[in-house]
């Protein structure tokens, strides 16, 4: 069984993004063991380590492509939802800054 540090180290990919696989669940065979407080330490088996060394084996990077994205929207049910937000045309941004806002609302006051 190896830490997480050591199997960054064996797979050769930084700390950081082998602890952000662990805590979204991307690496199944790890075990997850919990300490005293709030403290939670993972162990994974070395067997794993050959599997993930190829880039081929390793979970994959980014947002899901948009197909993906509504074919899980669709799974989950959410079809009509789905279906009615991208009807709506979406809001347009104010080009004024909250200054900006303020001193027109402070004219407006002063005229009337």
Known sequence: MLTAKKFAGEIGK?????????????IPEAERHELEGDKIFYLIPA?????????SNQP???RPKAA???????????TAAADE?????????????????????MAKKTKG
Do not use: I, M
């Open 14 to 26: 930084p700390y950081s993004t082998v602890a952000l696989w662990l805590k979204d669940n991307r």
């Open 47 to 55: 067997a794993v380590v050959e599997k993930y060394k190829s880039a």
């Open 60 to 62: 994959k990077r980014g």
């Open 68 to 78: 993906e994205a509504q074919v899980g929207a669709a799974t989950a049910g959410g």
């Open 85 to 105: 937000a991208e009807s709506k045309p979406k809001r347009r941004a104010s080009n004024r800054t909250a200054a900006k806002k303020a001193l027109k609302k």
